[in-house]
């Protein structure tokens, strides 16, 4: 098991404790309850002198119950893949009064929380070594248990305080897809393309022109034939990509189930495009509208993931059930993941198609959006009425695929036409 230590700037919390009686105090009670009883009851005053001192202890705990300030250092924000573990350090001392502090990590589903070192507050802070790791992508909170002991063991006060939170990514197929064909733009990449300029493969060769470079001129080529010719290449050019991800609210059951599949098929998408040196963005239309620019890079894959995760601060909030003009470059690749049940984000599609843009939708509603299973006939009228609105969706020029249960992403974007009319562009 790897481990990571990525992280943002550490967070603070101050609290104020609340006093309460410790059970060193009840038991003091009690000992000078059945002593000054005995003593009644017995007459024997001897255990009055016994149960004097207790009483004197008892009288000054009211007075040990001062008002204490203390302070959590925690790790901040740390970021993982799935299964890798890192480590959160955590830290607490008094700001204000006195006492003596322990800490105790809280408990958080699905994630595994290991304590590695552990100390008591004394001639240093009370510290917390943790190792965290989470079988599964999320946002995962973490808290401690801050309980507090005054000096003379007499009150004790407990504070439940956050400590940090984990963000772990999902871990995505390393194999390279293949995008749509569309005409790329003007930069260069690592698509090869059937345009003729700067590149390495081999395209043609034709006769010297005037403003042609000398180190295309192809001269074995030019001494057999008694005059200049040159090497045409094919260029290579590099794509925008904008994922689309469906966060609207869907039905429990398999429909909410499929945001497994949406936030994994979309960083599998965005990590193949950013190696390929493709300048990627996401848009997420549903609930809380959202988007980030494109960007290059390995920075620009954390950027994306913390924006389908919704957090971070990277991103740019917005409205409406459109993709904003200036999330989704002119010329555009979009690959949108959703379960195709909203109606607002099926007119989305459409009105990015009518853009310009090459759409590709993957179907990642798996059956029916049902709880219990249909009968026979009921399901095959489901089947019938989702290949009707794939037929009408691409009559509009819009791309779907269904993800099957046991096919990578890969391999069911290998579905996709070869070719497909171009829109013109709207400037």
Known sequence: MTRSRHRDASATVEVELRWRPAPL??????????ALLVAVVAARWQLVVF????????????????RTRIQVDGGGTLRCFETEEVVLTVAAFVEAGHALLRLKPRSVAELGIEIEEASDSGAAPAGLRL?????????????VRVSALSPAGLAIATATLPAGQLFVYPVTDPQRM??????????????????HGPG????????????????????????RRGRLYVTERLTNRSADVVVLVDTSQQAPGPA????????????????????????????????????????????????????????????????GTLAPHAAVPIGAIVVAFSTL???????????????????????????????????????????????????????????????????????????????????RVRR
């Not at 300048?279 to 620009?300: K, N, S």
């Open 200 to 223: 390495v493969e081999y395209a043609d060769i034709r006769a010297y022109a005037p403003g042609d470079q000398l180190r295309i001129v192809n001269w074995p080529v030019s001494a």
């Open 131 to 143: 190792a965290l790791s989470a079988g599964r992508w999320g946002r995962y909170p973490v808290s």
């Open 256 to 319: 909410t189930d499929s945001l497994e599949l949406s936030v994994r098929g979309a960083a599998q998408v965005v990590q193949s495009t950013l190696q390929a040196g493709d300048r990627t963005a996401v848009v997420c239309l549903g609930r809380h509208p959202r988007w980030l620019r494109p960007d290059i890079g390995r920075r620009q894959f954390y950027r994306i993931v913390d924006t389908v995760l919704d957090v971070g601060d990277e991103h740019i909030p917005t409205t």
């Open 25 to 34: 105090v009840y038991m003091l009670a009690g000992c000078a309850a059945v």
């Open 341 to 423: 049940l909203d109606t607002q984000f099926a007119l989305a599609l459409i009105d990015l198609r009518k853009r310009g843009h090459v759409v590709v939708v993957v179907d990642v509603l798996r059956g029916t959006p049902f709880h219990a299973g249909l009968d026979q006939t009921l399901a095959r009228m489901w089947q019938l009425e989702r290949a009707s609105m794939y037929r009408d969706m691409g009559t509009v020029g819009v791309d779907i695929v269904p993800w099957a249960q046991d096919a990578r992403l890969d391999e069911i974007m290998r579905l996709l036409p070869e070719h497909r009319r171009t829109v």
């Open 51 to 66: 149960a004097a001192p207790l009483l004197g202890v008892l009288a000054t705990a009211p007075w040990q119950q001062s």
């Open 178 to 195: 293949r995008l749509p064909r569309t005409e790329l733009p003007e930069r260069l990449g690592t698509h090869l393309t059937r345009r």
